[in-house]
């Protein structure tokens, strides 16, 4: 069962495209949170707005799969961030 702050960010991700500071608010929660099925939720969604190869959100995560202990795919976002 989701938490009431997992609830918020499920439904800011699912109703319309974030902002780019809504997308830092939900990737810094997921980092503190250092679920890694939650932050590969939260990474897909990011792919399906598009936002996720925006250099501060890229740059962010990177951060949050570094901080779930996921290097690997760190290493791939890290790779894929537009210069």
Do not use: W
Not at 5 to 11: A, D, N, Q, R
Not at 15 to 41: A, F, G, W
């Amino acid at each position: 069962m989701l938490k009431p702050e997992e609830t918020v960010l499920s439904s800011s991700l699912c109703e319309q495209v974030p902002s780019i500071n809504s997308s830092i608010e939900i990737i810094q929660q997921s980092r503190r949170k250092k679920d890694l099925s939650y932050t590969r939720y939260v990474h897909v969604k990011l792919c399906e707005y598009g936002i996720k190869t925006h250099i501060v959100i890229g740059n962010c995560v990177v951060s949050m799969f570094a901080e779930c202990g996921s290097i690997l795919d760190a290493q791939q976002d890290f790779d894929q961030i537009l210069v």
